[in-house]
């Protein structure tokens, strides 16, 4: 069996959600037994200086006799964000108040001086 056949076997459901320059890659997969398991793997996109890109990926495999507990733990961690922060995305809000700032819109917040620190949302 070729290598490509042996991949095929193994890729049994896929789904893809892009984010930005982060791409999520959900895969259910086989083991040489024949049990699923789920991989998911993140891939982020970065530019070189010289234009020419690459990506960093991170993946993370999740057996079967883990789905309770990490569903458990996942949700509370979701909770929790949600209930401490909210669902407003705060890099989002940052970065429009940055662009109202820029084009002078500044609002009772703004720096009358019109001095800006560059920030690098990227970092956040």
Known sequence: MSDKDLMDQEEIYSKVLRAGRRTYFFDVRST???DYYLTVTESKKFTNDDGSFHYKKHK???YKE???AFREIMEEMMDYIIDEK???VISERHQKDFK???DGNTGSEGNAS???TDV???DI
């Open 114 to 116: 019109g001095n800006f």
């Open 120 to 122: 690098d949302f990227d």
């Open 60 to 62: 993370i495999y999740l």
């Open 100 to 102: 109202k700032e820029e």
């Open 86 to 88: 909210g669902l407003e």
């Open 32 to 34: 040489k037994a024949g």
């Open 66 to 68: 883990d789905f309770g």
